[in-house]
């Protein structure tokens, strides 16, 4: 397994559950971290914890270009290139459609969809550039199977996933290695605001989540491991 210290690792969605945990690990394996997220306070209270320079982190509306824009000019200010690129940003609404206004959808495609495409496009430049990296997203199960109540974030996650697998095939001529992670339920606050009735104790912690995504970053050039399945064990979708 390849080391994570000194690795130049930008995490989006870092204020987040599982966002928080990963940053959490990287740090203690000596990554060079940079984070960014929505909430500037939770951020820099995370920043804070992490012993992080003030410059190592910038919070961003990524679905306004101008805003993604601003986060690559930090970033490349402040870090000498880019080694890994991790999203864990994301949104959920679950409801059903006949209920579903055209703003919660089109909210829902901007932060999975549209944001990760922003991002993606500042950065490919520099990761074409050196041939080499490591993308990481989370589509979640449900880019994978649908589920009642999840046109909208279905929607977003099978769109992510088809746009990835084409960034894919653009630089399959490089050593540029994506690896989608698909996880199940996960107990993180992502479920606070979704009026549905889940068994969060039964639910993968934030922190096991979390742990993929570390060990995801540790895998040698060597090979590729293009998507990783992690879900609940009563539950498993796929």
């Not at 199960?141 to 999840?150: E, R």
Request: net charge neutral; aromatic share 8%.
């Amino acid at each position: 397994m390849e080391s994570i210290k000194g690795k130049s690792i930008l995490l989006a969605g870092a204020t987040g559950g599982i966002g928080q945990a990963a940053a959490k690990m990287l740090a203690a394996s000596g990554a060079n971290l940079f984070l960014t997220g929505r909430t500037e306070s939770k951020l820099k209270t995370l920043a804070d914890s992490l012993n992080l320079d003030p410059q190592n982190w910038m919070a961003a509306d990524l679905t306004k270009e101008a805003e993604a824009d601003r986060l690559f000019q930090q970033f490349t200010a402040v870090m000498p290139s880019i080694d890994v690129l991790i999203n864990a940003s994301g949104i959920g609404i679950i409801k059903p459609a006949d209920q579903l206004s055209p703003d919660e959808f089109m909210h829902t495609l901007q932060l999975n969809l549209f944001a990760p495409f922003l991002l993606l496009r500042k950065f490919l430049p520099e990761f074409k550039a050196k041939k080499k990296g490591l993308i990481i997203h989370i589509p979640g199960i449900l880019g994978k199977v649908p589920m009642a109540g999840a046109a909208a974030y279905s929607a977003s996650k099978y769109g992510l996933v088809g746009m990835l697998q084409s960034i894919r095939e653009e630089l399959k001529r490089t050593d540029v290695r994506f690896t989608n992670l698909f996880l199940g339920g996960v107990d993180s606050p992502f479920w606070d605001t979704i009026d549905l009735r889940v068994q969060r104790d039964k639910m993968v912690t934030a922190e096991e989540a979390a742990r993929a995504i570390w060990f995801l970053c540790q895998q040698p050039a060597s090979g590729v491991v293009s998507e990783m399945v992690l879900q609940p064990f009563n539950h498993q979708a796929i």
